[in-house]
């Protein structure tokens, strides 16, 4: 294995993608071989091995672990519905819910959809987990349960509840208790409060700004666990062996089996769900991975379980329009490099994206900056002008009901997620409202 190879590539990345800091940590055979922080953690600290970053969906590894530890305490069964544990679940079809079961959840074959599982990850930090998985009362299933893959963090505050219910502690109390302090991950937490923690960024226009998102309790099993490249090299041990580390078993073989386990197709070519993890194929080799991203943060893991290898990138910026341009694709980089395989080439960079967004914003508001005058200047409402008119009234009114389920995210979601392109939309969409208004009230009073 090359070493000095992934070190230059990772340089190269951050460079690139203009990423403040990441960290990196490779295993083999229950022994890291390499691990490393690249760049700052915060103003006059850089990141090393040892520092916390927000996990996002990797989080969901830890709930999967976390039930089926349940399931082998006697405490629950995988094919029980969730009503056997809460009673008092529901959702707006309400004759599907008892049918939903923990299998389901962790599959995620419910039928919960993308969109309120998206709605979860853009809350504000004040409920509770309890209160959140009573909210999907007013939540409308899209698929008959277990029918069809639909990825929906909504599953895992689910899960967060049963764990609650059925172990009589909280979540994060749990997963200290029976997940980080057994692997003596003490750079691990499930707190809002992190000592060490990377301050978090958000690509703006393609360049990184610090913000500090909000930390939602109710999200915790899905996306809001933390962790370092050391801890988590432990993490990915445990996932390369029989379920025990270093003398401490946290799951048998066969829990850790049925974890790894491939149940149904996902949207995406050659990939399918097992549980908190995705299984496909990397030249020719089975591998387990999962990505994971707030709105500040970007995290990935993958197993290659055949040759004893696991990887895993923490990132401390995001965006949700340039997670695809390279930024998903650390972690499976650096086992192409470690396989010996070469890189594929990239279609879209950072920087050209960018300069095509950027470019393109700038075009539109120049666009109207000169069509409001020419409207407002005229003599009267022509076909044509009125026509232009009605245009420039329909789009923000388009954008502002119909882009939020195009995407399956709400609006406060998309300011969390793509904060530049979505405020531009709010900002000159708003002026062009309020502009075209004045131009119409000029020609009819």
Known sequence: ??????????????????????AIAIVQDGEVIYSRGFGSAAPGRAVDAQTPFILGSLSKSFTALAVMQLVESGKLRLDDPVQVALPWFTVVNAAAAPVITIRHLLTHT??????????????RGDKSVEQSVRALSAQRLVHVPGTRFEYSNSNYLVLACVIETVSGLSYPSYVERFIFKPLSMRESAAAPVVPGLSQGHRWWFGWPVPFD??????????????????????????HLSDGSLDGVRLLSPAGMEALHTSSVPTQKRGSSAAMGWRVESLAGEQILRHGGEVSNFRADMLLVPGRGLGVVTLHNANNGLVAQLGLDQVAAN???LLLGLPLPEKRVTFSRFYLGLNLGLAVLSV????????????????????????????????????LPRAVDMPWRGLRLYVPDVSCWLIGVGAVTVVLNVLILLKWFL
């Open 367 to 402: 666009l109207q900056v000169f069509l409001w005058p020419v409207l407002a200047l005229s003599g009267g409402p022509t076909v044509v002008l009125s026509l232009v008119l009605a245009l420039d009234l329909l789009w923000p009114f388009l954008a502002l009901f119909r």
């Open 213 to 238: 998102a909000p930390y939602l309790f109710d999200a915790q099993a899905a996306a809001f666990l933390s962790s370092s490249a050391s801890d988590m090299a432990r993490w990915l041990s445990l």
């Open 110 to 123: 419910s039928g919960l959809s993308r969109y309120a599982g998206r709605d979860l990850l853009s809350g």
């Open 1 to 22: 294995m090359n070493i000095q190879t992934v070190e230059m590539y990772l340089m190269t990345i951050r460079r690139e993608l203009r990423l403040p800091g990441l």
């Open 334 to 336: 650096v086992m192409r």
